[in-house]
C-alpha cells in the first residue's frame, strides 16, 4: 500500500525540512513548496493525501492560497487542509475554521501532535472513502429533491448531497471543512448550529437567509446512535425559487405512469403549457391530452393544479449520475 502523500507548505526552509523529515520518519511521502506558487505547481502533478500550511507567507498566504483551492480545484475539497501558525487566539482560529480549515497546529511546533493530527485527519477520511458502494445509505440522501448536509460533533462537514452543494455556493455558503458563510448570515448559522446539541434529538430549528440567496435551512440534533458514522446533525436546505429535475422513474412506480405519462407530468410539475409538452417530446397536442386523462385517471386528482401539487410532493431529484 502506498504511504500517504503530504504537502507541505512552509517559507521557512529549516522548517519547513525539520517537518519534512519527521513525517518521512512517520513513515509518509512528503512534498515541500516554499510559496503558494510553488504548491499550485505541486498540485498539477500530484495529489496528495493531506496539505499543511503556514498561514504567513509571502505573496498569497495561507488562508488565499486555501480559499483559492477550494475556488478552484473542487478535486480536492476532500482533501483536509491544517494550518501551521504561531497564531493561536481564539478568535484567529474561528476565522480559519470558518474559511474553511480542518485542523491548526501552533508554533513551536510539537511533532507528537503534527503526527497525531496527520494521522487523525488521514485515518477520517480514509474511513469515509471506505464505505461500500452505496456509502452505508448516503447515496439515497443524493436523490433527494432537498439538500441535506451532515454535520459532526464540530460542525464539520461530513457529507453534503448534490442539490446542498448547489444551493450552498448560489448561497454563498463554504462546504469546505466546515458549513460556513461571511457576515451577518454566517453569524446565524453558527448560532444555529451550536444550538444542534450532540445526542439529544431536539427540536428542529430554522433560519430564513435573505440577502440575496433565499435560502431556508431546518437544523436537527440526530438521536445518538442514530446516525451516520461521525454525523450528529443535520442540515435540511431549501431554496425558494426552484426546484431539481424530479425522478420520473419513481413518479412512474409511485402511481403507475407509463414512461411517457411521468415525462408529461414532471413538464406539467416545472410550469409548461401543453403545446410546450408537445413540442419537448415531439408528440400532438392530442396525444398529450390522451395521457393527461390517463394520469387523471390513476393519481385520482380531478384539477391540473392539484396534480401540479401532488407531483411536487415527491421528494426525489433525478438520479446523480
Known amino acids: 500500500m502506498t504511504a500517504p502523500l503530504i504537502l507541505c507548505v512552509e517559507d521557512e526552509p529549516s522548517l519547513r525540512d525539520d517537518i519534512a523529515f519527521e513525517l518521512h520518519e512517520a513513515g509518509y511521502i512528503v512534498s515541500a513548496a516554499g510559496d503558494a506558487r510553488e504548491a499550485l505547481a505541486c498540485l498539477e502533478r500530484q495529489r496528495p493525501d493531506l496539505i499543511l500550511c503556514d498561514i504567513l507567507m509571502p505573496g498569497m498566504d495561507g488562508k488565499r492560497f486555501m480559499s483559492h483551492l477550494r475556488r478552484t480545484r473542487p478535486d480536492l475539497d476532500d482533501v483536509p487542509f491544517v494550518f501551521l501558525t504561531a497564531l493561536s487566539s481564539r478568535q484567529q482560529v474561528i476565522d480559519g475554521r470558518m474559511a474553511g480549515a480542518d485542523d491548526y497546529v501552533t508554533k513551536p511546533i510539537d511533532y507528537d501532535l503534527l503526527r497525531a493530527t496527520v494521522e487523525a485527519r488521514l485515518n477520517r477520511m480514509q474511513r469515509l472513502r471506505a464505505m461500500p458502494g452505496d456509502r452505508s445509505g448516503l447515496a439515497a440522501l443524493d436523490r433527494l429533491a432537498l439538500g441535506v448536509v451532515l454535520l459532526d460533533a464540530n460542525g464539520g462537514v ?57 435560502l431556508m435551512i431546518i437544523g436537527m440534533s440526530l438521536p445518538a446512535h442514530s446516525h451516520h458514522d461521525e454525523a450528529v446533525a443535520m442540515l435540511i436546505l431549501s431554496g425558494t425559487d426552484s426546484k431539481p429535475p424530479m425522478d420520473t422513474a419513481t413518479l412512474g412506480q409511485l402511481f403507475g405512469l407509463t414512461p411517457m405519462e411521468a415525462q408529461v407530468a414532471c413538464l406539467l410539475a416545472e410550469g409548461l403549457r401543453r403545446s410546450q409538452i408537445a413540442d419537448r417530446l415531439a408528440i400532438s397536442g392530442t396525444t398529450v391530452a390522451f395521457h393527461l386523462r390517463n394520469i387523471f385517471s390513476k393519481t385520482g386528482v380531478q384539477r391540473q393544479a392539484e396534480l401540479v401539487a401532488l407531483i411536487l410532493s415527491v421528494p426525489l431529484a433525478q438520479p446523480v449520475t
Open 158 to 214: 461530513v457529507h453534503a448531497n448534490p442539490l446542498a452543494q448547489s444551493l450552498s455556493g448560489a448561497a454563498g455558503i463554504s462546504l469546505s471543512g466546515r458549513f460556513a458563510a461571511s457576515g451577518e448570515n454566517g453569524r446565524k448559522l453558527s448560532a444555529l448550529i451550536a444550538g444542534l446539541a450532540p445526542g439529544k434529538g431536539m427540536a428542529p430549528t430554522g433560519l430564513r437567509l435573505d440577502d440575496g440567496c433565499r
